[in-house]
């Protein structure tokens, strides 16, 4: 759920200390931050982690969805790096496609696999759900280890 506040709004609740701004403002799960003097930007879970690349913050949604504060002050322990969320993904410098999966917060479930064949690409949608990372993209972080993907071995039937 997307909040959008005026900026006279955001100057009020900035007034009152980081704290109660995001008391007031009701910090959710999802939400990305980056404190307004740095480039970091932080994903708050149950705990915060870090996104590292501009591809991940993508991957989480966008720019758009980056909240700048003055302060940041995070709710939590942090977590380091963060994972990148479920999807189908090709680093740049590599022609494999890794379908990350799994239940979790955000779509931070604990399954990869790299997929077998391009009939198998194609049964998962094609290439045009595969989103390419940086060369030194971790996707393994906070998966289990890395299997050959088992399903979709057939392309889908052609429609009628």
């Not at 955001?10 to 008391?23: I, K, T």
């Not at 302060?71 to 990350?100: I, K």
């Not at 940086?134 to 039937?157: K, S």
Request: charge should be positive.
């Amino acid at each position: 759920m997307k909040q959008l506040f005026s900026i006279g709004a955001l100057a009020a609740l900035a007034a009152v200390g980081p704290a109660a701004a995001a008391a007031q403002i009701g910090v959710q799960v999802g939400q990305m931050f980056r404190q307004a003097d740095r480039q970091e930007v932080m994903l708050q879970l149950a705990g915060h982690c870090h996104v590292t690349t501009s591809a991940q913050v993508d991957a989480f949604g966008g720019w758009s969805r980056v909240i700048v504060v003055p302060t940041l002050n995070m709710r939590g322990h942090y977590l380091g790096s963060c994972g990148w969320p479920n999807g189908f993904y090709r680093r740049t410098n590599e022609q494999a496609v890794y379908r990350l999966s799994g239940q979790g917060v955000m779509g931070l479930g604990s399954s990869i696999c790299h997929v077998v064949s391009p009939a198998q690409l194609e049964g998962y949608g094609g290439w045009g759900v595969v989103k390419v990372v940086e060369a030194g993209a971790d996707l393994n972080l906070g998966r289990v280890v890395m299997t050959p993907c088992r399903d979709h071995l057939r392309p889908r039937p052609a429609p009628r």
